[in-house]
C-alpha cells in the first residue's frame, strides 16, 4: 500500500532550465508535505514543506505546489544547477509526526 | 554545530548473528524515528519515540526487531538473528518540531 508516490524514478534537465519533480498522494488525512534531498552516503536532508491549508510555499528557487483536489504536490527548480543533483523524496504526515516517503526521484542537472 | 550521529556506518555480518546501531540525536530534539531504506525506494518507518516512550512500532517490524531509548537521549536499534532480507540503510532522524525530521547518515548493514 504505496501511500504517497513518485512515479517518475529519474529526470534529466539542463543547467538554467526548471525541474519539475512530481508527487501523488492517497490518503486524504495527510496535512503536511515535505521534499527531501538526499546524496550518495548521506541522509536525506530537508529542503522545503508545505501545509495543506496552502496550495504554494516559496524558498529561493525551490517552489513546492499543492493541489489537495488532485492529491498531488510537486517541486520546482529554478534555475536549475549541476549541484542540485540529487535523490529527491517527497513525504507526508497526517499529524501524527510520522513521515511517510515516496520512492524517490533521482535529478540529474547537466551543464 | 552537532547533527545526528549513528554508528558505525558500515557493518557486515553473518546470518544468524545480531547486531545493535547506535543513534545519537540532536540533543534539544524530543523525538527519535527510525527508518530502513533499500535501494531504489525511499525510507521505510519502522519506530519512534517521544522521549523514552516508544509510540508507534510499524507493522514492518518483526518481533527480531527491538529498539531502545533509555532516559530519552540516544537510542539503540537491535537485530537479532540476522537475514539477508535485513540488508539495508538504517537512517535515524530526530525532531523537535513534529514534522520536519533530520536524519543522520545512516548505518549500511549488509548480511551475508
Known amino acids: 500500500d504505496q501511500q504517497v508516490k513518485q512515479n517518475s524514478p529519474s529526470l534529466s534537465v539542463q543547467e538554467g532550465r526548471i525541474s519539475i519533480l512530481n508527487c501523488d498522494y492517497t490518503?486524504?488525512?495527510?496535512?503536511?508535505f515535505l521534499w527531501y534531498k538526499k546524496y550518495p552516503a548521506e541522509g536525506p536532508t530537508f529542503l522545503i514543506s508545505i501545509s495543506s491549508i496552502k496550495d504554494k510555499n516559496e524558498d529561493g528557487r525551490f517552489t513546492v505546489f499543492l493541489n489537495k483536489s488532485a492529491k498531488h504536490l510537486s517541486l520546482h527548480i529554478v534555475p536549475s544547477q549541476p549541484g542540485d543533483s540529487a535523490v529527491y523524496f517527497c513525504?507526508?504526515?497526517?499529524?501524527?509526526?510520522?513521515?511517510?516517503f515516496g520512492q524517490g526521484t533521482e535529478l540529474s542537472v547537466k551543464p | 554545530d552537532t547533527g545526528v550521529s549513528q554508528d558505525p556506518r558500515h557493518k557486515i555480518t553473518k546470518r544468524g548473528q545480531n547486531v545493535t546501531f547506535r543513534c545519537d540525536p540532536i540533543s534539544e530534539h524530543n523525538r527519535l524515528y527510525w527508518y530502513r531504506q533499500t535501494l531504489g525506494q525511499g525510507p521505510e518507518f519502522l519506530t519512534y519515540?517521544?522521549?523514552?516512550?516508544?509510540?508507534?512500532k510499524s507493522r514492518l517490524l518483526s518481533d527480531r526487531f527491538s529498539a531502545e531509548r533509555p532516559k530519552g537521549s540516544f537510542s539503540t536499534l537491535e537485530i537479532q538473528r540476522t537475514e539477508q532480507g535485513d540488508s539495508a540503510m538504517y537512517l535515524c532522524?530526530?525532531?523537535?518540531?513534529?514534522?520536519?525530521?533530520?536524519f543522520g547518515s545512516g548505518t549500511q548493514l549488509s548480511v551475508l
Open positions: 490518503n486524504s488525512m495527510f496535512d503536511y
Open positions: 532522524a530526530s525532531s523537535y518540531d513534529r514534522e520536519k525530521l533530520f
Open positions: 513525504a507526508a504526515s497526517n499529524s501524527g509526526g510520522k513521515l511517510i
Open positions: 519515540f517521544q522521549n523514552e516512550a516508544q509510540l508507534e
